[in-house]
């Protein structure tokens, strides 16, 4: 079976083609470094592979933008839409639902082994959803949390997993100051954070 894999880590790379030449059963046909690049290997394939393996971080592009791309891509050629793993050491779990919620049939933390990288595989291919159990602990606990704020709370939480300051929150959502600060004391009360690297972690 054929793999797209779309990283721009050349070392990191070459592991997950080394794992898979292993098995025997899967091969990495196509590699990309961005999702121009990606989109262009899906337009001239004569095939879509049978997985596509996805990095988040890509230089300048945003990983999440691939998966309605491809939706978007497989409904005007009327061809099915292969299988995303997304394969990522990015652990933001608004990120990871976005991910799920946009199509990815799984999630695996860049940290996993070789085992678990061919359990994620085979499981997507039997076309359940994998996520592994780091990030599977990752989203109930970010569940848990977001579930206390309202959404202006939640929209500078982000902010400030953005590393943006407080006057750049200020100017993002149109809102004075002091109105940051509140939103910040009550989103520390409800989560039992002290520092803005505390709020980063969860």
């Not at 890509?58 to 497989?74: A, Q, V």
């Not at 005007?76 to 639902?97: E, H, R, T």
């Not at 933390?109 to 039997?126: C, F, P, V, Y």
């Amino acid at each position: 079976m054929e793999v797209l894999l779309i990283d721009d880590h050349p070392m990191l790379n070459a592991g997950i083609i080394s794992i898979l030449k292993q098995t025997r059963l899967f091969k990495v046909c196509a590699q990309a470094q961005s999702l121009k690049e990606a989109m262009y290997i899906l337009e001239k394939a004569n095939a879509l592979p049978s997985l596509i393996i996805l990095d988040l971080l890509l230089g300048e592009d945003n990983g999440l933008d691939f998966l309605p791309m491809l939706k978007d891509f497989c409904q005007n050629k009327k061809i099915p839409k292969p299988p995303v793993l997304v394969c990522s050491a990015l652990g933001d779990v608004f990120k990871i639902q976005t991910a799920l919620k946009s199509g990815a049939a799984g999630f695996l933390s860049k940290t996993g082994g070789r085992e678990e990288l061919l359990k994620a595989i085979d499981t997507i291919l039997e076309g359940r959803t994998y996520i592994s159990d780091e990030v599977n602990l990752k989203l109930k606990k970010g569940s848990s949390v977001y579930a206390r704020f309202t959404k202006r709370e939640m929209e500078v939480f982000e902010l400030i997993k953005g590393n943006k300051t407080n006057k750049q929150i200020a100017e993002a959502l149109s809102i004075n100051l002091r109105t940051v600060e509140n939103h910040i004391s009550k989103i520390y009360f409800k989560t039992g954070s002290s520092s803005r690297e505390e709020l980063r972690k969860l």
